[in-house]
């Protein structure tokens, strides 16, 4: 078996929250998820897209159930 492909994972969106519900969560690959965590973007809430400190973006492709 190949375990090396097709994994995801759980991300919370804003860390500073103490919540695990569905408007803090989004699924990511591993490699995003490295990405996000080593450059601490900033996760802007009304364009639903991580904002880095060097000024790349990375947006949300689904993020309905992030609206509140």
Do not use: A, C
């Not at 078996?1 to 103490?18: A, C, E, H, P, R």
């Not at 490699?31 to 060097?54: A, D, G, M, S, T």
Request: charged share 25%.
């Amino acid at each position: 078996m190949d375990y090396d492909n097709g994994f995801i994972l759980q991300k919370t969106v804003d860390w500073s929250l103490l919540n695990d519900n569905s408007t803090n969560i989004i699924i990511i690959s591993p490699n995003y998820h490295r990405i996000i965590h080593k450059n601490n973007p900033h996760f802007n809430r009304k364009k639903f897209q991580f904002e880095f400190p060097n000024g790349k973006v990375l947006r949300l492709k689904l993020y309905e159930h992030l609206k509140v």
